[in-house]
């Protein structure tokens, strides 16, 4: 069984920070990418960034040069490091790892989901 555990979400005042953390844990090998999606109310989950296995990184347009996407490769664990927060950043934030299951097959595992709340 692949449990992936999320933390850091809360509520940060416009122009706050939040730092959020996502560990996979269980029979999952040969992670490629993991990424971060969120999801707005009454909208569809979009992709806010990506770090592949050897660390190239992809973001979202709205998020660039506000996020920072990152990895410990050791603990399986990605994080969002997110800046100057703007209320449309609002949602519930879910990790997504891609990897290896223990009958050989890759497929993606989601996290449950950390809601992030913006106030302006």
């Known amino acids: 069984q692949v449990q992936l555990v999320e933390s850091g979400g809360g509520l940060v005042q416009s122009g706050g920070s939040l730092r959020l953390a996502c560990a996979a844990s269980?029979?999952?090998?040969?992670?490629?990418?993991m990424a971060w999606y969120r999801q707005a109310p009454g909208k569809q989950r979009e992709l806010v960034a990506v770090i592949g296995s050897a660390s190239a990184t992809h973001y979202a347009d709205s998020v660039k040069g506000r996020f920072t996407i990152s990895r410990d490769y050791a603990k399986n664990t990605v994080y969002l490091q997110m800046t100057s927060l703007k209320p449309e950043d609002i949602g519930v934030y879910y990790c997504n790892v891609h990897g290896r299951n223990e009958e050989g097959y890759m497929r993606d595992y989601w996290g449950q989901g950390t809601q992030v709340t913006v106030s302006s």
């Open positions: 269980g029979k999952i090998f040969s992670i490629t990418n």
